[in-house]
């Protein structure tokens, strides 16, 4: 629940917190995971959507064209057998980097706002989609910072964006793992669900209502560093 109260909070769905959990637990299995994962990244990137988009967080034409490449992209990378570790590393590195560059370290912290161009929503969308089924994510990990960097939207558009991308890969992801005979949910995943789905709602109210778009980056930058942290280790 608190991993779903701090992924809401900046439009995130959670999957790769979940993912750690599950792995430090011991308690699913390996072919549990993704789509366990991905179930519960539907539930609260739904909820942290709705609240960023009830408060006119959003931006159509940004989503519109990451989707356009990320749906398909998602529902080959979840057809995918994964091998060994080399994503999470590949992963967990580029997470580090990212939170850097937010808080500041690297220098600035992201480009001039502009508007997101053609060809780099459908590369973006792309890639991104295709990496979201192929770990179990919903890809709005790596899309938050990548929009903040490139300056293709302010922190709460970014949130909300991110949100509604989530949801849409966390889909096909799961539709990927159902037509390659992957699917396969833990029993308590109900009980999870109910869980994920209260810090969700906290969550959301929470960044989209009463923390400042600065408030919000950082915590950003605390979400990706955890994450990072979790991949690396495991």
Not at 130 to 159: D, E, H, N
Not at 175 to 187: D, E, I, V, W
Not at 193 to 201: F, H, N, P, R
């Amino acid at each position: 629940m608190v991993a779903a109260v701090l992924y809401a909070t900046v439009g995130h769905g959670g999957a790769s917190s979940y993912l750690a959990i599950f792995a430090l637990s011991g308690e699913v299995s390996p072919q549990e995971m993704r789509a366990s994962a991905l179930v519960l990244n539907l539930i609260v990137s739904a909820i942290s959507f709705i609240g960023f988009r009830t408060k006119n967080h959003f931006d159509r034409r940004t989503f519109g064209l990451l989707i356009i490449t990320s749906v398909p992209a998602a529902f080959v990378g979840g057809l995918v057998q994964l091998p060994g570790n080399i994503y999470q590393i590949i992963l967990g590195i580029f997470l580090l980097m990212a939170a850097l560059k937010i808080t500041g370290i690297f220098g600035r912290n992201g480009s001039k706002e502009k508007e997101m161009s053609l060809s780099g929503g459908l590369i973006s969308g792309a890639i991104l989609g295709f990496i979201s089924g192929v770990i179990g994510i919903g890809g709005g990990i790596i899309l938050s910072p990548l929009l903040l960097l490139f300056g293709w939207a302010p922190m709460k558009t970014t949130a909300g964006v991110s949100a509604a991308f989530i949801f849409v890969n966390s889909a096909a992801g799961l539709g990927g793992l159902f037509t390659s005979n992957q699917l396969f949910l833990h029993p308590k995943l109900p009980w999870w669900a109910l869980l994920v789905l209260a810090g969700g709602i906290v969550g959301s109210i929470t960044g989209s209502r009463y923390l400042s778009g600065r408030q919000v980056q950082w915590m950003l930058a605390a979400v990706l560093l955890t994450a990072s942290v979790k991949l690396l280790l495991l």
